[in-house]
Every structure is written in structure tokens, then in C-alpha cells.
């Protein structure tokens, strides 16, 4: 059960993972405007605390 676990939360980082390399992405490149990335990015960090969380909770378990 623990490494079914530890796949699970790999998976769950990878893909949160692709909205930061995406906004990066948008940011560097296609000139977008911050204030609508660090709008974005503000979701994301709520997500991550989330994961992260979860994370403690399945680890401390």
C-alpha cells in the first residue's frame, strides 16, 4: 500500500507541475501579462497546499 501511495503522489506533482511550465511558457514567450499570471497563480498555490497536505496526513499515517 505504501508504494501505491507514493506513485499516487508522484502523479498528483507531475501534474501540477505543467501549469507552472505552461504559464512559464506564456510569460517568457508569448509576452502575457503578469498580473494575469500571478492570478493564475494563486489557484495553483492553493492546490499545492492541498496535495501537500495530503501528503503529511498519508505519510504520518
Known amino acids: 500500500m505504501k508504494g501505491e501511495v507514493w506513485?499516487?503522489?508522484i502523479e498528483f506533482f507531475l501534474i501540477l507541475l505543467s501549469p507552472i511550465i505552461y504559464h512559464f511558457y506564456l510569460w517568457k514567450y508569448k509576452q502575457v501579462d503578469k498580473s494575469v499570471l500571478?492570478?493564475?497563480?494563486?489557484i495553483y498555490v492553493f492546490l499545492y497546499v492541498l496535495v501537500g497536505a495530503a501528503a503529511v496526513?498519508?505519510?504520518?499515517?
Not at 500571478?38 to 494563486?42: P, W
Open 7 to 9: 506513485e499516487l503522489m
Open 38 to 42: 500571478f492570478q493564475n497563480a494563486k
Open 57 to 61: 496526513v498519508l505519510m504520518l499515517k
